[in-house]
């Protein structure tokens, strides 16, 4: 049949495809690496769509924004996501026709420019969030939905929505609420898009990995549930050494970082099997 399939993925990645026995002889046979852009082709990349929609840029925020981005290739999309940003800054002020003005730096610098767009813009995100209630499952929606490697990269986690809802003891229309937020057209920091129905069996997604690495309070989140999860871990191999009769009951200050871990995260077994079945035993413990 005249079908051809292409997966695209990251290099850093391609190590990992060891683990699959057949899966490194398939991709040399077609492999092809996409090369890093020039700084004459991202120039095209940032100029071309600022012509399509009728608009100038100023030179200083052309130059600006090529020492802003570098050769570095995962900042790609941080600069897709700031030139967005930066030209809804321009048309808010400025009313078609839009060639009378020049898109300059004050409009970068109102979104917070590359180095703080994104995590500027998520903040907006969270701070429609009504009540702490609403912000309390935001964090254990994108605290499940992020993982970090042991590499410490930040890795996608997707997740069946009837699980977040779990994980965060919500009910189904509370998460929906939530994501709808944060998957808003312009926004997209979730998937899938907006123009999906969500339902219980939706599967919810961080929309980029650059959002893990530049936005604030996630990155702060990240932390706390790792902290978590080595806690938690910590306390199923001392349940397991008990039950073998090779270790004793907890004492001070193992006992009372058990007990504050146990108070402060409203952990429950759904959580708890994404790293160690024994959460049942370990709470009894």
Request: hydrophobic share 40%.
């Given at each position: 049949?005249?079908?051809?399939?292409?997966?695209?993925?990251?290099?850093?990645?391609?190590?990992?495809?060891?683990?699959?026995?057949?899966?490194?002889?398939?991709?040399?046979?077609?492999?092809?690496?996409v090369p890093r852009m020039t700084r004459e082709e991202r120039r095209d990349a940032i100029v071309g769509p600022v012509g399509v929609g009728g608009a100038r840029i100023s030179p200083r925020l052309l130059n600006q924004l090529l020492n802003d981005v570098g050769d570095?290739?995962?900042?790609?999309?941080?600069?897709?996501?700031?030139?967005?940003?930066?030209?809804?800054?321009?048309?808010?002020?400025?009313?078609?026709?839009?060639?009378?003005?020049?898109?300059?730096?004050?409009?970068?610098?109102?979104?917070?420019?590359?180095?703080?767009?994104?995590?500027?813009?998520?903040?907006?995100?969270?701070?429609?969030?009504?009540?702490?209630?609403?912000?309390?499952?935001?964090?254990?929606?994108?605290?499940?939905?992020?993982?970090?490697?042991?590499?410490?990269?930040?890795?996608?986690?997707?997740?069946?929505?009837?699980?977040?809802?779990?994980?965060?003891?919500?009910?189904?229309?509370?998460?929906?609420?939530?994501?709808?937020?944060?998957?808003?057209?312009?926004?997209?920091?979730?998937?899938?898009?907006?123009?999906?129905?969500?339902?219980?069996?939706?599967?919810?997604?961080?929309?980029?990995?650059?959002?893990?690495?530049?936005?604030?309070?996630?990155?702060?989140?990240?932390?706390?549930?790792?902290?978590?999860?080595?806690?938690?871990?910590?306390?199923?191999?001392?349940?397991?050494?008990?039950?073998?009769?090779?270790?004793?009951?907890?004492?001070?200050?193992?006992?009372?970082?058990?007990?504050?871990?146990?108070?402060?995260?409203?952990?429950?077994?759904?959580?708890?099997?994404?790293?160690?079945?024994?959460?049942?035993?370990?709470?009894?413990?």
């Amino acid at each position: 049949l005249p079908i051809y399939v292409v997966f695209t993925m990251r290099s850093d990645f391609l190590g990992d495809c060891t683990e699959f026995r057949g899966l490194p002889e398939a991709i040399n046979e077609g492999q092809y690496l996409v090369p890093r852009m020039t700084r004459e082709e991202r120039r095209d990349a940032i100029v071309g769509p600022v012509g399509v929609g009728g608009a100038r840029i100023s030179p200083r925020l052309l130059n600006q924004l090529l020492n802003d981005v570098g050769d570095n290739p995962d900042q790609l999309p941080i600069l897709q996501h700031a030139l967005m940003r930066t030209w809804n800054a321009f048309k808010k002020d400025n009313p078609e026709p839009y060639s009378e003005k020049e898109i300059d730096l004050n409009d970068y610098f109102e979104i917070g420019t590359m180095e703080h767009a994104l995590s500027q813009h998520a903040e907006e995100a969270y701070a429609e969030l009504g009540t702490p209630e609403l912000k309390q499952i935001c964090e254990s929606i994108f605290r499940a939905l992020t993982e970090r490697g042991t590499d410490s990269r930040g890795v996608r986690r997707p997740s069946r929505l009837s699980e977040l809802c779990m994980l965060s003891n919500a009910k189904p229309e509370q998460v929906i609420q939530v994501i709808e937020i944060f998957r808003k057209k312009g926004r997209g920091f979730l998937m899938p898009p907006v123009e999906f129905t969500l339902t219980e069996d939706s599967i919810i997604d961080i929309s980029h990995e650059s959002i893990m690495r530049v936005w604030e309070r996630l990155i702060l989140w990240i932390e706390v549930e790792n902290q978590s999860a080595s806690t938690y871990l910590r306390l199923c191999e001392a349940a397991e050494l008990y039950e073998a009769g090779k270790g004793g009951l907890l004492r001070d200050p193992e006992l009372q970082v058990a007990w504050n871990w146990k108070k402060e995260n409203s952990a429950n077994a759904v959580w708890a099997s994404r790293y160690n079945d024994l959460f049942d035993t370990s709470i009894l413990y």
